[in-house]
């Protein structure tokens, strides 16, 4: 019997586009975001009435950011693991970033 090989670089990938996917479609559908983005959003709102340079996903990220370096000051540590974390943060920003541009001006109509 062949051993099953589970990628866990895929899983990865897909777990970030789908939860991106879905935080787009959230925003989209005005139906608001979950928790865990609520803030993140609110913020993106209030701050998009002043300027649209800022992203969703560029506050995603500086976020994530300020909250792994409170976790490091905290511990009085800190890990490799934060860094790779906030990468994971970057990548997820630039992510939910492509798909609001593509569902929020390019692929759904309003209505």
Do not use: C
């Not at 996917?21 to 959230?26: D, E, F, H, M």
């Not at 139906?31 to 701050?47: E, H, N, Q």
């Not at 990468?87 to 920003?93: E, F, K, R």
Request: proline share 2%; hydrophobic share 60%; net charge positive.
């Amino acid at each position: 019997m062949k051993k099953r090989v589970f990628y866990k670089e895929i899983a990865y990938i897909f777990g970030i586009v789908f939860i991106a996917i879905g935080v787009a479609l959230a925003a989209k559908s005005d139906f608001g975001v979950s928790m865990i983005a609520g803030p993140v959003y609110t913020l993106y709102l209030w701050l998009n009435q002043f300027t649209e340079i800022i992203t969703f996903g560029t506050i995603d990220y500086s976020f994530q950011g300020i909250v792994i370096l409170l976790a490091a000051i905290l511990v009085k540590k800190f890990h490799l693991s934060y860094l790779l974390s906030f990468a994971t943060a970057v990548i997820s920003g630039f992510t939910i970033d492509f798909f609001f541009w593509l569902f929020l001006h390019k692929v759904l109509p309003d209505g």
